[in-house]
């Protein structure tokens, strides 16, 4: 196979974090080559220089194509482009209000005379459509599109612009498993149709089934490239993190106390018809784990939102300690005695506006251990927030760093952290691993049953069947907004909780 990009030595900082140290990565012609590593160790930035995001300081990277071969310094988004070379990224790009079709051609427009040449542009559309099983629809506005669709608008943008290397940085992140499988035969038939493909993911299991070829990264720099068969889901998990990693371990059955959060018969608009809640009821006790499953866009999101009160209830109420909540704001719910992982690090999550200290403090700034005669001690809330940061491993451990300049992962590994810090006594965490690597999906899985034993009440709203497997203490399905049953860890397995996930009764799922 013909070599297409080759990557040597590349190094980047910024400030004094060094992203890269020994950025090595080649890529042949018509392959699947996945990069794994850690949160921070570099992935995003090397692909970034690659698509010329950033100049890199150091290094060199050669392309070769057309039967030429030109080895450069740094390339320029243009630059890259022009070699054929696309990038779906980590967080979406896409202007919302606009249609499909008119995010694909911003700033490609095909002419005809003065006016736009519609016509073409949908039919190239219809094109890839075809060929790559790539379905959009081409005249639906961005924000009313499910995530999935989303993701093949952006990679429909860049085979637009002619791209024969296409780079996606974590994309099934935030898919679901059914949207994930689309993807992975999405990704097979570009490779059929000869175009080559960079895959970034923290699912070992994704990387394993997909891949040619696997290069681990650790530190900012290369640590091996492989062959998809001649290693193992274990092998790439040590590579990566330096140690074994056991995500099995099951905790001590759970003693569950009084109920701290009650939920009776809720109804709340949803973003689309099916995920509107339509009379959920359950509650959650301290020392237990309820996880909620189901496919997304069920009602999970508009379950979280009502509850932490950032949507609001039709009918029904919320009651936290004994409390009526459903009339309070976020902040008042806070001080009830709720803390809240939201789903979406960067919305909701955080301000990326603002640096680590800030993100950290932002709920907690009247509290005394952070501020004196009511203004806040710059000083401790430093402090305060490196010590939250330690707790979690996130890197750079820096309070002063801008929030929007922490890798994805270590931005989550931010919010969980914070979230777990103020120890209330009920938790929402939707996806709270979503996007970290697989030794902080086990550091947050340990910490969410340390603070389960402590007697704290979690609600666990995960798109992960497995992840909610292992942690649950019971599990709800919800389905078309509706808990469709209720089971016991002890009872609950892959197949049961997968028929009552596609709307079968509790009954079907009993006998299974
Ligand atoms: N724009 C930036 N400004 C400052 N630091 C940055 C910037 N972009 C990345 N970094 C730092 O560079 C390092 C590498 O980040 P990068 O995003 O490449 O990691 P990653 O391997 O993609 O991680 P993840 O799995 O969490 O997405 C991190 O320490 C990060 O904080
Ligand atoms: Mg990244």
Redesign the pocket.
């Given at each position: 196979m013909d070599t297409l990009i080759e990557m040597r030595g590349v190094k980047k900082n910024?400030?004094d974090?060094v992203?890269l140290r020994d950025g090595n990565f080649g890529l042949q012609s018509g392959e699947i080559h996945s990069i794994v590593?850690?949160?921070?160790?570099?992935?995003?930035?090397?692909m970034k220089i690659l698509y010329g995001l950033y100049p890199p300081d150091g290094g060199n990277i050669t392309i070769s194509g057309g039967g030429h071969t030109e080895t450069l310094s740094s390339l320029s988004p243009k630059k890259a482009i022009s070699h054929g070379i696309g990038m779906v990224h980590?967080e979406f790009m896409l202007a919302s209000e606009m249609t499909v079709l008119e995010n694909v051609i911003l700033g490609f427009e095909p002419r005809k005379g003065i006016g736009i040449d519609r016509a073409s542009a949908i039919a190239k559309i219809e094109e890839y459509g075809s060929a790559y099983n790539l379905g959009v629809r081409h005249g639906a506005k961005i924000r009313d599109i499910s995530v999935g669709e989303a993701q093949r608008v952006e990679i429909i943008k860049i085979l637009y612009r002619g791209a024969n290397t296409i780079i996606l940085d974590?994309p099934t992140a935030v898919l679901t498993p059914m949207e994930s499988a689309k993807l992975f035969k999405i990704l097979l038939s570009m490779k059929d149709g000869g175009k080559s493909i960079i895959f970034?993911s923290?699912k070992l299991d994704e990387v394993m089934a997909i891949s040619d070829r696997i290069t681990v990264?650790r530190g900012?720099a290369h640590v091996s490239t492989l062959d998809r068969g001649k290693t193992s889901i274990p092998e790439l998990a040590r590579l990566m993190v330096g140690r074994d990693i056991f995500l099995g371990a099951s905790p001590p059955q759970a003693r569950p106390g009084k109920t701290v959060l009650e939920i009776d018969n809720i109804w709340v608009p949803g973003e689309k018809e099916l995920s509107k809640l339509r009379g959920v009821s359950l509650g959650v006790k301290s020392g237990e784990i309820l996880g909620i499953a189901g496919v997304n866009g069920n009602g999970q999101s508009e379950l979280a939102e009502a509850i932490a009160g950032l949507r609001p209830i039709q009918r029904g109420s919320v009651r936290l300690l004994g409390r009526a909540v459903e009339s309070d704001t976020p902040l008042a719910r806070r001080r009830a005695g709720m803390s809240h992982i939201p789903e979406d690090r960067n919305i909701t999550g955080l301000n990326r506006q603002t640096d680590m200290k800030d993100n950290f403090i932002c709920s907690s700034f009247r509290e005394a251990h952070i501020s004196s005669h009511g203004l806040i001690d710059r000083g401790k809330a430093r402090e305060a927030a490196r010590a939250r940061m330690e707790t979690f491993d996130v890197?750079?451990c820096d309070p002063d760093a801008p929030a929007?300049?922490?890798?994805?992962?270590?931005a989550q590994k931010a919010v969980v952290s914070r979230e777990m810090g103020y120890d209330a006594p009920f938790l929402l965490a939707a996806q709270p691993t979503r996007?970290v690597?697989i030794g902080s999906i086990e550091r947050i899985r340990g910490e969410l049953n340390k603070a389960r034993e402590r007697g704290t009440a979690i609600l666990l709203i995960s798109s992960d069947l497995e992840e909610v497997l292992a942690l649950s203490d019971r599990i709800a399905v919800m389905y078309e907004g509706r808990i469709t049953g209720i089971l016991d860890i002890c009872e609950a397995n892959e197949e049961n909780v997968g028929l009552l996930m596609t709307g079968h009764s509790a009954e079907d799922a009993r006998d299974v």
């Amino acid at each position: 196979m013909d070599t297409l990009i080759e990557m040597r030595g590349v190094k980047k900082n910024f400030g004094d974090v060094v992203a890269l140290r020994d950025g090595n990565f080649g890529l042949q012609s018509g392959e699947i080559h996945s990069i794994v590593g850690e949160n921070g160790a570099g992935k995003s930035t090397l692909m970034k220089i690659l698509y010329g995001l950033y100049p890199p300081d150091g290094g060199n990277i050669t392309i070769s194509g057309g039967g030429h071969t030109e080895t450069l310094s740094s390339l320029s988004p243009k630059k890259a482009i022009s070699h054929g070379i696309g990038m779906v990224h980590q967080e979406f790009m896409l202007a919302s209000e606009m249609t499909v079709l008119e995010n694909v051609i911003l700033g490609f427009e095909p002419r005809k005379g003065i006016g736009i040449d519609r016509a073409s542009a949908i039919a190239k559309i219809e094109e890839y459509g075809s060929a790559y099983n790539l379905g959009v629809r081409h005249g639906a506005k961005i924000r009313d599109i499910s995530v999935g669709e989303a993701q093949r608008v952006e990679i429909i943008k860049i085979l637009y612009r002619g791209a024969n290397t296409i780079i996606l940085d974590e994309p099934t992140a935030v898919l679901t498993p059914m949207e994930s499988a689309k993807l992975f035969k999405i990704l097979l038939s570009m490779k059929d149709g000869g175009k080559s493909i960079i895959f970034i993911s923290h699912k070992l299991d994704e990387v394993m089934a997909i891949s040619d070829r696997i290069t681990v990264m650790r530190g900012g720099a290369h640590v091996s490239t492989l062959d998809r068969g001649k290693t193992s889901i274990p092998e790439l998990a040590r590579l990566m993190v330096g140690r074994d990693i056991f995500l099995g371990a099951s905790p001590p059955q759970a003693r569950p106390g009084k109920t701290v959060l009650e939920i009776d018969n809720i109804w709340v608009p949803g973003e689309k018809e099916l995920s509107k809640l339509r009379g959920v009821s359950l509650g959650v006790k301290s020392g237990e784990i309820l996880g909620i499953a189901g496919v997304n866009g069920n009602g999970q999101s508009e379950l979280a939102e009502a509850i932490a009160g950032l949507r609001p209830i039709q009918r029904g109420s919320v009651r936290l300690l004994g409390r009526a909540v459903e009339s309070d704001t976020p902040l008042a719910r806070r001080r009830a005695g709720m803390s809240h992982i939201p789903e979406d690090r960067n919305i909701t999550g955080l301000n990326r506006q603002t640096d680590m200290k800030d993100n950290f403090i932002c709920s907690s700034f009247r509290e005394a251990h952070i501020s004196s005669h009511g203004l806040i001690d710059r000083g401790k809330a430093r402090e305060a927030a490196r010590a939250r940061m330690e707790t979690f491993d996130v890197r750079p451990c820096d309070p002063d760093a801008p929030a929007q300049s922490l890798s994805g992962g270590n931005a989550q590994k931010a919010v969980v952290s914070r979230e777990m810090g103020y120890d209330a006594p009920f938790l929402l965490a939707a996806q709270p691993t979503r996007g970290v690597d697989i030794g902080s999906i086990e550091r947050i899985r340990g910490e969410l049953n340390k603070a389960r034993e402590r007697g704290t009440a979690i609600l666990l709203i995960s798109s992960d069947l497995e992840e909610v497997l292992a942690l649950s203490d019971r599990i709800a399905v919800m389905y078309e907004g509706r808990i469709t049953g209720i089971l016991d860890i002890c009872e609950a397995n892959e197949e049961n909780v997968g028929l009552l996930m596609t709307g079968h009764s509790a009954e079907d799922a009993r006998d299974v």
